[in-house]
């Protein structure tokens, strides 16, 4: 029987979701044979309180659906209505309550208030609507509820370290619970948020935000996480002239106080919260990388702006070079931009082609070209530390023009990385000149928003005649043109490189082997986690990459190689992890938090855990907090 292209495509679709299916928890009060684990997701759940103080926590509560049996045990009768509704019932009411706001800002807000009520119905709304309402608590608009956070602003959620109060550091984090109770920190300084630049205090959202992401795409425990800013204040002039603004009013501080103040975070951090993994996010482009390579042989610590980005950017070019039969130790790659983002992915594919050819890092630069706005970046541009290693040699280009078109020109690349926030600089005659010299270019406009694009995919697509490999930044409906057999339509569906693929699992493998590193072998083995679950490996007008639809089965995936790569390098702590694929996927996805209602059980306060005593980030619930610093 003949198939055609369309009903092949929908095959695919068919049996490339079954490809990505997690096998289904079990129900929320049965038991495992990993249910011993601390972090346990099956049975039920202890609880030490009842009344108003149970409704007012959001682990705890979930407002009608308490059964009839917990509302006369936990003394909930009288404070709820009589009807006892399904979560399924909650998520409908809520996505009304959702779709009534009149813009994105309004959703957003709505949603925040929902997550400070009930934290099952929260994730579970975002789960059963991941698509559309991941750029509602993501980019873009989330960045917007962050340039208007002192505006908005209504309760206080995280922990805001004043640069100013530098003795006060130690205090103020070990508010925030005993050294077992807090798994993720991320922590910005406020200076580079979401491409919208110093946003100061208002940074706190951003590590909120992420946090949200590490739940909803690696069950991430809600109530085992900490969002921190470190206000060092600001050069947003806007900012500083608003009497709303609720960060210190001063111009951001730089040098030896501002290193003084990350470092008294970092060492009062791992000294109060030793099993906790830190994610910096979004610091400036002159202190993101240092931070990172300072830190990172010390502790568990992870740069999304760094490092995600490389990696999903990797995993992209990966599954391109595999769809177009090349191998990734003969890659030659163009990167447009030279930021923060830009030397990153160039980091990880150096690292990557290292690796594969068994050559030193500085050999593997020599195969990656930065280009930025003073053309390509050579041994007589001024290079910050982490340009340096990719410059060129400026006596080998003398004579030469360096724009990005006459290197293309060149070198010959077969890959081309956007990440400039120049509209359009990928023209027709840049394209056309990068697929002149390689069947199936690997091109990647990776700059956001989606107004900031290098170029949008139907003008590569159709400038290369089909035969471009795309992924972009943001989303883009698929393209359709003449490129199947004989000319005939086809449609080419474009992977975004959304970093949310790529961190969560990372940071879900990192907190569960207890990693006392994250390293070079751990990062490449989740990039490969996800390139193996690639769509366009079987249908190369499939994405390059999984939808964020698909992120939790490609996080078990990718926390599997993470752990299995940090056991390699021996820098796994945690015991008795198991190393058969199938028992240690089912060991993480049973350490997985996810938005179900386990049954509560009563316990008595005495002898309970901070947990049951509904303590967690609950600042003021512990005593003596000044001797549990000088303790520590």
């Not at 599954?319 to 923060?340: E, N, P, R, Y």
């Amino acid at each position: 029987m003949y198939l055609t292209r369309s009903v092949l495509r929908s095959l695919r679709r068919h049996f490339n979701h079954r490809s990505f299916h997690t096998p289904a928890k079990m129900p929320a009060d049965t038991k495992t044979k990993f249910s011993h684990l601390p972090l346990s997701t099956s049975g039920p759940v202890e609880c030490a309180v009842s009344g108003t103080v149970l409704l007012n926590t959001p682990y705890f509560n979930r407002g009608s659906a308490h059964s009839a049996k917990e509302r006369r045990e936990f003394n909930l009768t009288g404070l709820l209505p009589s009807s006892i509704q399904t979560l399924e019932q909650q998520v409908d009411r809520a996505y009304e309550q959702y779709s009534a706001g009149h813009d994105d800002l309004a959703k957003n807000t709505f949603l925040t208030s929902l997550k400070e009520q009930n934290l099952v119905l929260y994730f579970k709304l975002l789960q059963d609507h991941m698509k559309e309402m991941f750029s509602i608590v993501y980019t873009p608009t989330e960045g917007d509820a962050i340039q208007n956070f002192s505006r908005l602003f209504r309760r206080p959620e995280g922990c805001f370290l004043n640069i100013n109060d530098l003795d006060r550091v130690p205090h103020d984090l070990a508010q925030w619970g005993k050294p077992e109770d807090i798994d993720y920190i991320v922590v910005t300084d406020g200076e580079e948020i979401l491409g919208i630049g110093d946003q100061g205090a208002g940074g706190i959202l951003i590590s909120v935000a992420k946090l949200v992401l590490t739940t909803l795409c690696a069950g991430i425990h809600p109530d085992r996480t900490l969002p921190v800013v470190l206000d060092c204040g600001t050069d947003n002039e806007k900012l500083l002239s608003d009497d709303l603004y609720l960060g210190l009013r001063q111009k951001r501080e730089r040098g030896e106080k501002y290193d003084k103040f990350v470092d008294e975070f970092v060492k009062s951090a791992r000294k109060l919260f030793p099993r906790a993994y830190i994610h910096f996010e979004d610091f400036g482009l002159t202190n993101a990388r240092r931070i990172l390579d300072h830190y990172r042989p010390e502790i568990p610590c992870f740069n999304d702006d760094v490092q995600g980005t490389g990696c999903v950017t990797l995993a992209a070019i990966m599954a391109g070079l595999h769809v177009s039969k090349q191998k990734l130790q003969d890659t030659k790659m163009i990167i447009f931009g030279a930021g923060t983002a830009g030397v990153g992915i160039a980091d990880q594919v150096r690292d990557a082609i290292a690796t594969e050819k068994g050559i030193g890092k500085e050999e593997a630069a020599k195969q990656i070209w930065l280009i930025d706005r003073p053309g390509l970046l050579t041994t007589q541009t001024e290079l910050d530390h982490g340009q340096k290693t990719y410059a060129k040699d400026a006596s080998e280009w003398d004579g030469k023009e360096r724009s990005l078109q006459s290197v293309i020109r060149e070198v010959h690349p077969n890959v081309l990385i956007g990440t400039s926030t120049v509209p359009k600089a990928f023209t027709e005659d840049i394209v056309r000149e990068m697929a002149k010299h390689t069947d199936r270019p690997v091109i990647l406009p990776l700059s956001n928003p989606t107004r900031l694009h290098e170029a949008v995919p139907a003008d590569i697509l159709k400038w290369t005649d089909g035969r471009a490999l795309v992924a972009t930044g943001s989303p883009f409906d698929p393209v359709k043109g003449p490129w199947g057999p004989d000319g005939k339509e086809i449609e080419i569906e474009v992977a975004e490189c959304n970093n949310s693929v790529v961190f969560p699992g990372i940071g879900l493998g990192a907190v569960l082997s207890r990693a006392s590193q994250v390293t070079d072998k751990m990062l490449v083995a989740a990039v490969r986690g996800v390139a193996d679950l690639s769509p366009a490996l079987s249908d190369d007008t499939a994405p390059l990459l999984p939808g964020v639809e698909h992120v939790r089965a490609v996080s078990v995936r990718v926390a599997r190689e993470v752990i299995l790569a940090a056991l390699a390098d021996g820098v796994a702590t945690e015991s008795d992890i198991p190393t058969r694929k199938d028992d240690l996927d089912e060991w993480i996805r049973e350490q997985m938090w996810h938005p179900v209602y386990r049954p509560l059980k009563r316990v008595e306060p005495a002898g309970a855990s901070r947990a049951a005593k509904a303590q967690l980030k609950v600042v003021g619930s512990l005593e003596k907090v000044e001797d549990k610093v000088t303790r520590e």
